[in-house]
Structures are given as structure tokens and as C-alpha cells.
């Protein structure tokens, strides 16, 4: 009797794990729909669809433990990346000073709620000049975290996580906490700059797309961690094809909450199908949608930024592992 009453729970988790995931497609739509009818593009900030995946799903994971620096820490550096946006031209020594700054606010905050990177990124990127800029990413997180206490404190707790979702859910806590590889700052900064400087030299300013430094702060900082991806060589393909989704719904169904909510709902389906454990990957698919004039482009670019971080990161992984031999040996 035992065995069946885990599988009845284990697939009244996975019911409830849909049911929520539709419920985050929902939540962008109504998002996108207040963009449309405002105006003001920006409402759609892409990197809420990786965070109200994340935080809605998992009501005790590590951001959703957060909920004050959750509102705060992207709406800070928001207003960083716009004051940089008005007072300096774009470069790649731009983007790293923005990238400090984030990285400054998150440290001060103590939390690890990285696509405040993002928040202070993206007006660089989309050369934004308006003060409704942080202005809307407050008012979506204030949403958001309103909603992260509604559904903790009536959430049920009948159903229970499969193992797998056990798995997975440990997984993403482990990349969400504060990086604790020896060099991960160098790996990252070395990184935003060498990609940041073939942004600015080609034109292409999407090859450092925001969320791509965001699942670099996440992977230069935990290596050690496996399974966020049953095969991080296909990452490159993965997010090409949330890109090229995004690109697509917004040109066949034009920027409306429709093609939205359609964009994150196959994104989340392409992250499950490739077992993606990374909900920054969740954006690239928004990002069309707050772009001027997005075209072939943006998915080419999106492919080579995330080809060039997944051979940093595999090379970064293979030294910090080899560095821990010779550690070991010598302590031996």
C-alpha cells in the first residue's frame, strides 16, 4: 500500500508543478498586457519570468526565502544601470562597471538574487533613458512578492515532491546561493569582458545579452554543482531555440500578451524537455519583446554568447578541478 501512496503523491506533485508552471504563464501574460496597455514596454521585464518560475514553484527555495531583497536588489540596481545608461556611452567598460555595481548591491543586500544583475544590465543593452524604467521592475516585484505570500501561506502541503523534484529543486538551491568558488569573480569579470568587447566591436550588443551574465555569476560560481544540465554542451542550442520562439511569436502574433504567454509557456517546455535546470534561461525568450527592432540577429547572437560561455565554463571547471587535485596532493 506504501508504494502506492508515494506514487499517488509524487503525481500529485508533478499536477501541482504544471498547474503553477500555467499560473507563471498567466502571471507574464497579465504582465505583458499592462506593457501593451501602459505603453511602456519595459513592465515586461524579461528576467520576471525567471523569477516567478522559480519563486512560485519552489515557496522555500532560495530566492523565495528572500522576498525583501527579491523587491529590492533588482530595483536598485535598475536605477544604477539607468543612471549609467544617461551619463555614459555604451562600451564594454561600461557594462563592467554596471556588472560591479550589481554585484556591490547584492553583497550589501546579502543575497543572492542575481538577475539584479540583469535589472542593471538591460538599459545599457536596450540604450533605455526612462525613469519608469526601475519604476515598473518595483511595481512587478512588489507583485510578485505579494503573490510569493499569498501562496506560502495557503499553500497546501499535501502533496509532496517526487524525488526528482527533490533533486532538481536542490540543484537550483545550490546554484542560487552565493558563489563559493575560490575565482569566480576573475572567471566572471574575464568573461563579460572578453564577450562585452565583441558586443561592442561588431555591433551585436546582444552577445552579452543580460541574462547570460546572470547564469554566468551562477556557473562560474558553483562548478562543482552537477546536474543543472543533463548535457551543458546543447546549452548554446537550448537557448537559441527560446530566442528564436520569442523572435517568432513576436513577429507572427506581434508584441501582445498572447504571443507572451506562449513564448514562456514553450520556453518552460523546451527547459524540461533538455532537463535545463537554469531560470535566467527563461528570458531570452521575453527580451524580444522589449527590443526596438529585433531580427535574425538576436538568436545568432544569443547562440554565440552561450556558446562561448558554455566553453568558459567547461574550461573553468576542468581547472578548478584540477586545482583541487594538486590541493589535495599536497595536503596529502
Known sequence: MEPLDLGKNAGSGLLLELKLELAVVGFMGSIALAAHLTGVAVVLFPELAALS??????????????????????????????????LLPYSVWTILLMVIVSLIVIRLLRCSISPAISAGVLPLVLNEHSWLYPLAIFLDLGLLSLILLLRKRYASSASQPSPQQALDSLILDELETAPRSRLWLVALLGFVLLVGAAAQHTGLRFLLFPPLIVMGYELFGHPEVPGWMRRPALLPFVCLITAAVGLLARHILHPGFLAVMLTVLCSVGVLRLFGLHMPPALAIGVLPFVMGSPDYRYPLSVFLGTAALTLSYLGYRRAAERFAQRSSSAAA
Open 53 to 86: 518560475h522559480d519563486v512560485l514553484l519552489r515557496p522555500r527555495g532560495e530566492w523565495a526565502s528572500q522576498p525583501v531583497q527579491l523587491l529590492l536588489a533588482p530595483a536598485i540596481t535598475a536605477v544604477f544601470g539607468l543612471l549609467c545608461t544617461r
